[in-house]
């Protein structure tokens, strides 16, 4: 065991291409307390809801499961540049 402090965290933001599945399971055993999504990553689906690929979805899936992620932060990229909401 490696000692890491519990007071340090990860913040993972998700890229439109997402690693191969091992690489997913690693990110899976460090302490992630947020994900950022990208608008950009959301695709429109036949009803013209925004959704998620089926791989986005399955990873942000195992990361509730696993760590019940507190936050979710979505990135809006506009005129006056890059907006961080929560």
């Known amino acids: 065991m490696c000692d890491s402090s519990k007071r340090v965290s990860v913040a993972l933001e998700l890229s439109e291409d997402l690693p191969p599945y091992p690489v997913l399971q690693r990110w899976l055993a460090e302490p992630i307390k947020a994900v950022v999504v990208s608008t950009g990553l959301f695709l429109t689906n ?3 809801y925004p959704v ?4 986005h979805q399955g ?3 195992s990361l509730f499961k ?3 992620c507190a936050e979710i932060i979505r990135l809006v ?3 006056l540049g890059l907006n961080a909401c929560v």
């Open 52 to 55: 998620l690929s089926r791989s």
């Open 66 to 68: 696993v760590w019940k």
């Open 59 to 61: 990873f942000l899936r």
């Open 77 to 79: 990229v506009g005129k």
């Open 46 to 48: 036949k009803k013209g």
